[in-house]
T-cell receptor, first 114, second 115 residues
Framework: GAGVSQSPRYKVTKRGQDVALRCDPISGHVSLYWYRQALGQGPEFLTYFNYEAQQDKSGLPNDRFSAERPEGSISTLTIQRTEQRDSAMYRC????????????FGEGSWLTVV | AQTVTQSQPEMSVQEAETVTLSCTYDTSENNYYLFWYKQPPSRQMILVIRQEAYKQQNATENRFSVNFQKAAKSFSLKISDSQLGDTAMYFCAFMKTNAGNMLTFGGGTRLMVKP
């Protein structure tokens, strides 16, 4: 596609529910990243993939968070048993390769846990 | 671990004037990349400018330029002829080379361009 596409753009969920956020990277981009951005702060790294392989998940805050990219294209970030502190914008990004390339961000998915 | 600091939470500038946003970073790496991203009210994340640490020449993109001082670990953004559309949050970001393109962001500077 022309840009990084994320869905849903807005999600309100009740505490304790599971949510799945989807990312469709730019066509041909090998690397895919997930970031989380709280209001008024800069994005924080969560995890990234090269093709289907998860290369680094050191930024995932706890084991309620997981991500997958089974076919090396679309990725899903799943948050289980959501808590209010999970409320944030979740941004996906992609780049052509894993070394020194510009990263392009999607418009993000706003998650509100009530 | 790398850290990126933006010491100016908010700034304002009159339309058509010039403004400089500050960014400092801490790293033990010798080769890396630095970026400025713009986040307008729409919350998009737009790349403004990029600098490779091995290049001595400061990057420029139209009205945007940087002052990269490697020894001082400083990377400021200058916006010339400010326009109302420049109103946004600006984030400075650091990327190690050969480390998966992961970005470390500063806390951001909110810039308001006044008519």
């Amino acid at each position: 596609g022309a840009g990084v596409s994320q869905s849903p753009r807005y999600k309100v969920t009740k505490r304790g529910q599971d949510v799945a956020l989807r990312c469709d990277p730019i066509s041909g981009h090998v690397s895919l990243y997930w970031y989380r951005q709280a209001l008024g702060q800069g994005p924080e790294f969560l995890t990234y993939f090269n093709y289907e392989a998860q290369q680094d998940k050191s930024g995932l805050p706890n084991d309620r968070f997981s991500a997958e990219r089974p076919e090396g294209s679309i990725s899903t970030l799943t948050i289980q048993r959501t808590e209010q502190r999970d409320s944030a914008m979740y941004r996906c990004a992609s780049s052509f390769s894993q070394s020194g390339n510009t990263i392009y961000f999607g418009e993000g998915s706003w998650l509100t846990v009530v | 671990a790398q850290t990126v600091t933006q010491s100016q939470p908010e700034m304002s500038v009159q339309e058509a004037e010039t403004v400089t946003l500050s960014c400092t970073y801490d790293t033990s790496e010798n080769n890396y990349y630095l970026f400025w991203y713009k986040q307008p009210p729409s919350r998009q994340m737009i790349l403004v400018i990029r600098q490779e640490a091995y290049k001595q020449q400061n990057a420029t993109e139209n009205r945007f330029s940087v002052n990269f001082q490697k020894a001082a670990k400083s990377f400021s953004l200058k916006i010339s002829d400010s326009q109302l559309g420049d109103t946004a949050m600006y984030f400075c970001a650091f990327m190690k080379t050969n480390a998966g393109n992961m970005l470390t962001f500063g806390g951001g500077t909110r810039l308001m361009v006044k008519p």
